[in-house]
């Protein structure tokens, strides 16, 4: 039944992606998925590949360096960034460790499967083991100087994705600044991306300010939803949207450590889809269209206020919802699929090859079944149903 149900959902969306390829729209190549994988029912990764070709999309972030991914991916062309867990950093702050570590768990794959960064650990800096946060630059240095050793530094980036935690200040964007006791870090921290000319990747979530402050927090400005925004007093620029100041807060940020030219890049960025009665907003239209929302800008290639001639490249957070995930609701909750392959919410990609104005309701309302989700696979005329389907979605 498990197989039946995920042959089904990656039929659906194979569709789907030949109807955005006859539509005009190519692969979105500033947007890449987060792929988890802490659940126990997940589909093996070649189902994944197939699920993630058939999207169009070609970049992809996972949490280690699992074997079976990489071996799954090689050939595809799909650009994957691979992780250092947290309780490795401490291991390979030894160069001896470093190049051991990259000869078995990156060399081998290479360049079959198009790996093209490492993180580094993951908010490294929000909780309070300061041993971690002390040896994260030597770990990061020993590892560039094992590529470089092995010839990979030209195609490999290294880089820490860091929580918005690291600010002060974040409001407005021209007063973004880290927070005092991180000064010497992050300072070393933005050395080591300038010399190697890596981004700085930012873990960004609107829901999260919007969840603190709904009362305080337009739903709309978090949702990319038409607003009226707010303008920046200082630079007297205009934010239609929460992401791209927490972005350019970012950005400012480093200018007052000397580091004013680092590229950005979300490394995750989404909404959950349900959350606890305290986790306001939590709910699949959110999800939706939060989502699709920010597919549509990513779709248009633009940038930031502060850089809108520089593509913002994002990393959605995530493929599949992931059962095993500790904390809150919520965090089981932020997949654009269930792990057995079905479309947890409906974010209108082929709304986008079709010129559908997408839903912009930020109704709570649990939404009501359809016909449409248990359509046929068996014949033309259901892939007509389909196409009908995505066209109009319900969320």
Known sequence: MEVCLIRTALTVQCVLGIILSLSGFGFVEPLGINY???????????????????????????????????TAFAGSGVELIVTVENDMI??????????????????????????????????????????LVNNLV??????????TQLGLQQYIQVSTPSSLAVLANSYPPSEGSFRPELATIMTQVLQFLSTTRSPFWINAYPYFAYKDS??????DYALFNPNSGMIDPRTNMHYDNMLYAQVDAVI??????????IEVRVSETGWPSKGDPNEVG?????????????????????????????????????????????????????GLYQPD??????????????????????STS??????????????????????????????
């Not at 392959?341 to 930020?362: E, F, K, Q, R, W």
């Open 282 to 334: 939590a709910t699949p239209q959110n999800a939706a269209i939060y989502n699709r929302n920010l597919l549509r800008r990513q779709l248009s290639g633009e940038g930031t206020p502060l850089r809108p001639k520089m593509r913002l490249e994002i990393y959605l957070f995530a493929l599949f919802n992931e059962d095993l995930k500790p904390g809150p609701t919520s965090e089981r909750n932020y």
């Open 90 to 131: 401490g291991t390979l702050m030894d160069p001896q460790q470093a190049l051991q570590w990259v000869s078995s768990r990156i060399k081998p794959y290479f360049p079959a499967t198009k790996i093209t960064g490492i993180a580094v650990g993951n908010e490294v800096f929000t909780g309070d083991d300061m041993s």
């Open 214 to 219: 709904p009362d305080k927090i337009s739903l």
């Open 341 to 362: 392959g079905s479309v947890a919410y409906n974010v209108g990609l082929s709304a986008l090859s079709t010129g559908t104005t997408p839903s912009t309701s930020t």
């Open 36 to 70: 988890g994988q802490i659940g126990n029912n997940l589909p093996p990764p070649d189902k994944v590949l197939v699920l993630l070709e058939s999207l169009r999309v070609t970049k992809t972030r996972i949490y280690d360096t699992n074997p079976d991914i990489l």
């Open 252 to 261: 400012f940020a480093m200018a007052r450590l000397g580091y004013g030219r």
């Open 138 to 147: 030597p770990a990061m240095v020993s590892i560039q100087r094992a590529l």
């Open 366 to 395: 649990t939404p009501k079944s359809s016909p449409s989700s248990t359509i046929s696979l068996t014949s033309m005329a259901t892939k007509v149903s389909i196409y009908q389907y995505y066209r109009n979605p319900v969320v």
